[in-house]
């Protein structure tokens, strides 16, 4: 053991020695791996040392809280289950090729994934709450809809479109032909999807709902918003920091929600890994789908119009409730709830501000750590993979309550500053771009660097030249993606706003928790307009070239 | 009733948008036969065997199996099985559960569906990979697979499209064997697309030639090659030699050269133009310069291939390609040699511009 541990020590001293010919990427990579050590691993560390003996055993003992982690996980399992079939039906309806309005669906299934979840809550409340349209305007109720079902539909619809990217995508890659000889050999109809079809798709339900569970388990914004009395671990842990003030429970409570996610992560990432019959061949013989039956065509269209029209609604409510003087009392269109929140208060400015800096800086590193992770060799690269890739499955909860207790003393004191805001965002999605880039790193044979750095590039150079246009669409997509989901976010900035550094997300939620519906949804609708402008902007800069969500 | 149409195409037509794949075809395929739809890629073969296996609906016309219509009959209730260019195995399922996937929708008995299963799987040499999943197969085993597959569910008609276009050439020689040896051993009635003329002068009973939507000829291999019914057949199935010449009364010219016309040849009149056939093996050539009944040519180029000697010759403005079969011991020929011709194995046509044409292009 001795012998192997001396040479372990004497290639990673001889790496070191080379990189140090290269001083600029031994930089780099101190900077990188110094980053991510800092504002992933560190917050992780410091929640998990955070509670004591006795906070451990009255998470594992007091019933209030394994209640808790009960409703969590049941939530979790229902709208898991229901956003899984609804992100099917989707999938297999756009997948078919004489599905009517097909590509109408494929552009409002993504709608809830370029806006906030918690604007499905929102909208809930404006039709069923106390003084919600349907509930009270219409039937003329009064009575507590808040509780697990509202939630449960909420869920579904906020979440089923991560469901319906990742099935949509199988689908289209299963090969044709395969339906076609079922059908030769006499299958058809129901006996064909159940004996050919769903097998093959059923690796992406998995992963689906993995995916989709690890929303579904540390989602925040709507439990906050519907769940009502009925609480989760990270509406509780927020309770915890903000009422009690109490940093051990809460972040016994976030330690509770990151085992499970890493369990569905690890599962999702590792061993569903080669499990899947989706073959990348050449076009064959029989490349069009198989004609859907008349009957299941219109059932899937009445599916999916369904769906799509509640969706809308959601939408419509929150953007009528922005303009209306008082919502369920007062319907004169009126500007008022614009005044204080929009016009005249930064926070949407902030919210607009932070996430494009996070998503500059964001992905500029996601590439920059890629690059070295994956073309350079110095000791430790492992660990930081791990940590490019881990925040995928961190609750948001518990990276508030971890970037409290790391950067609370110094010498890193962060709290009450926008940096903090920022650098949450920023590493919150990491993964995205990181994977990406590696994706697109793994398509550029080291062989086509080595080329130019013969010809006399430098490394720096090299990078500039040849590698960086070759993962440029890692990058854009990033910058997208990162800015769309920081300026979306809520669970883990709640915990870190401060006076002057309010941004738009935590502001709806503050204003939707003391009833104040008008400029909540005012908000709400600013925030997603101003997503969907720079999301337009972005389109005529990049020329339309940009591809998101399959778009 | 052997012998009898047992699939019979009646003028059908096919239309995608405002291609005509399949251009009136008719067609009559024989009960235990092996036929082949030979053609270049994108002459409508495919096209046919997708409407006859179901996939498809003909525009106009009739296909009738058995003498029964098969018009609005979906796929799955055809007597038709087809085996796939690229096999289309059920990742998801081993060998013998792909193998048995028919006989299961059938309802058959488990017993005897594993005992029908255990006998296909013999008869295609499969055994013991009845546990394997098709990504662990080679491809001569997965091939062989597709084939047990659509076997087991003993159709009337068995349909293979290109079934050996994913294996490598040498391969695709002992496969083809195997293919024709199960046929005849079975008795199945089999229809066989392929853009492969080898292949299908090897394997088949009857061959039709497409070309652009159309059967431009129907017969064994053997009528095929020796007595194409135009220039394109020629071309399209072995090698040959085009060549114009002038008609006389009684014969044909070409430079000096006079040759009878063969008897059972089209007529053409005197004094028009015709196009020759010639086979590269139909034709001799001897050193020198002079010949009593041959041609002067030039030699252009050869190349050396162990059995055979490939000469490009130049003779009155044409070229020709010609073969010698038996190169042992004989010095390669160069400049001038003598070419004469087996006027048995002349094959002509009057000339058409479109032919004309189409020589200038080659096959």
Not at chain 1, 149 to 157: A, D, E, K
Not at chain 1, 472 to 492: C, D, E, G, K, Y
Not at chain 2, 55 to 69: M, T
């Amino acid at each position: 053991m001795g012998k192997a541990t001396t040479a372990r020590a004497w290639t990673d001293a001889l790496l070191v020695r080379r990189l140090t010919v290269d001083p600029l990427g031994l930089g780099a990579i101190i900077l990188v791996v110094g980053l991510l050590a800092v504002f992933v691993l560190f917050p992780v560390v410091r929640v998990l040392a955070q509670p004591g003996p006795a906070e451990w055993t009255r998470l594992l003992t007091d019933p209030r809280w394994l209640r808790l982690a009960g409703n969590t996980i049941l939530i979790a399992a229902l709208s898991t289950a229901s956003a899984v079939m609804l992100g099917f039906l989707f999938a297999y309806a756009t997948s078919r090729p004489d599905v009517p309005l097909r590509h109408l669906f494929k552009l409002i299934a993504i709608l809830p994934l370029v806006s906030p979840p918690f604007v499905g809550g929102l909208a809930f409340i404006l039709l069923f709450g106390r003084r919600g349209l349907i509930t009270y305007s219409l039937l003329g109720l009064s009575g507590d809809i808040y509780g697990w079902h509202g939630l449960w539909m909420v869920q579904t619809l906020a979440f089923f479109p991560i469901a319906y990217l990742t099935l949509a995508g199988v689908l289209r890659r299963i090969n044709p032909t395969l339906e076609y000889a079922a059908q030769d050999l006499g299958a058809h109809g129901f006996r064909l999807f159940r004996t050919v079809t769903l097998p093959l798709a059923t690796p992406g339900v998995a992963s689906a709902a993995l995916l989709v569970g690890i929303y579904t388990l540390s989602d925040f914004g709507n439990p906050m918003l519907v769940g009502g009395a009925f609480k989760v671990l990270a509406t509780e842990t927020y309770t915890q920091v903000t009422g009690w003030g109490d940093l051990g429970m809460a972040s016994a409570l976030s330690a509770a929600l990151l085992l499970p996610s890493l369990v569905l992560f690890a599962l999702q990432r590792y061993w569903l890994e080669g499990r899947s019959y989706v073959t990348v061949t050449g076009k064959g013989s029989f490349a069009d789908p198989l004609p859907t039956p008349g009957l299941l065509r219109w059932a899937l269209f009445a599916g999916c119009g369904l769906v799509a029209l509640v969706l809308l609604a959601t939408y419509a409510v929150v953007f009528v409730g922005a303009f209306a003087k008082t919502w369920g009392v007062n319907w004169r269109p009126t500007l008022e709830n614009f005044e204080y929140t929009v016009f005249r208060g930064r926070q949407l400015w902030n919210s607009i501000r932070f996430a494009g800096i996070a998503a500059l800086g964001g992905s500029a590193f996601a590439v920059l750590a890629a690059f070295l992770i994956h073309r350079k060799r110095f000791p430790g690269r492992a660990m930081a993979d791990f940590a490019a890739v881990l925040p995928a499955a961190l609750p948001g909860t518990l990276i508030g309550v971890g970037y409290i207790l790391a950067f609370n003393t110094p010498p890193l004191t962060l709290t009450g500053t926008g940096t903090i805001i920022v650098a949450a965002m920023l590493f919150r999605t990491i993964p995205v771009g990181y994977r990406a880039a590696v994706a697109g790193l793994s398509q550029i044979a080291p062989s086509i660097e080595e080329g130019a750095a013969d010809l006399g590039a430098r490394p720096l150079r090299t990078l500039w030249d040849v590698t960086l246009p070759l993962i440029r669409s890692a990058f854009t997509s990033a910058l997208v993606f990162t800015f769309i989901r920081s300026m979306n976010t809520l669970s883990a900035v709640i915990f870190l706003v401060s006076p002057g550094n309010v941004v738009a997300s935590a502001s709806i939620l503050a204003l939707a928790e003391h009833g104040d519906w008008g400029q909540a949804s005012a908000m709400a609708a600013s925030l997603m307009s101003a997503v969907f402008l720079v999301l337009l902007l972005f389109r005529l800069l990049t020329g339309g070239r940009m591809r998101l969500f399959e778009l | 009733m052997p012998g009898s149409a047992h699939v019979r195409l009646e003028n059908v037509v096919k239309r995608f948008g405002r291609v005509v794949a399949v251009a009136g075809v008719s067609l009559d395929i024989s009960r235990r036969s092996l036929t082949t739809i030979l053609g270049p890629s994108g002459c409508g073969k495919t096209t046919i065997l997708r409407l006859i296996a179901g996939f498809l609906a003909p525009d106009e016309g009739d296909i009738q199996i058995d003498g029964a219509s098969q018009r609005g009959l979906p796929p799955y209730l055809r007597k038709t099985s087809t085996v796939f260019q690229e096999y289309a195995l059920f990742p998801h399922m081993s060998v013998s559960d792909n193998v048995a996937y028919g006989l299961r929708l059938r309802r058959l008995p488990r017993a005897s569906v594993a005992e029908k299963v255990r006998h296909t799987l013999s008869l295609l040499k499969l055994d013991g990979l009845e546990r394997r999943f098709p990504r662990e197969l080679s491809g001569g085993q997965q091939q062989r697979v597709a084939l047990a597959r659509s076997l087991i569910v003993e159709p009337e008609v068995l349909l293979m499209d290109e079934p050996l276009s994913n294996l490598d050439a040498k391969l695709r020689v002992s496969v083809r064997t195997e293919i024709r040896e199960i046929q005849q051993r079975v008795g199945i009635t089999t229809l066989y697309v392929t853009h492969d003329q080898e292949e299908a002068l090897a394997i088949s009973d009857t061959i039709a030639v497409m070309r652009e939507g159309r059967v431009m000829q129907v017969g064994s291999p053997r009528d095929i090659y020796e007595r194409p019914a135009d220039p394109f057949v020629a071309a399209f199935v072995g090698q040959v030699n085009l060549l114009r010449a002038r008609v006389e009364e009684g014969g044909v010219r070409i430079g000096s050269l006079r040759l009878p016309v063969p008897p059972d040849s089209p007529h053409v009149e005197v004094g028009h133009e015709a196009i020759l056939a010639l086979r590269p093996e139909a034709i001799r050539i001897g050193a020198g310069s002079e010949g009593r009944d041959g041609l002067t040519g030039q030699v252009v180029s050869r190349t050396y291939l162990g059995t055979t000697v490939r000469y490009r010759i130049e003779l009155a403005g044409q070229r020709l390609t010609v073969d010698d079969h038996d190169p042992a011991g004989k010095p390669l020929l160069e400049g001038p040699v003598v070419v004469s011709f087996d006027p048995t194995r002349i094959r002509l046509w009057p000339a058409s511009p479109e032919m004309l044409q189409q020589m200038e292009e080659g096959p």
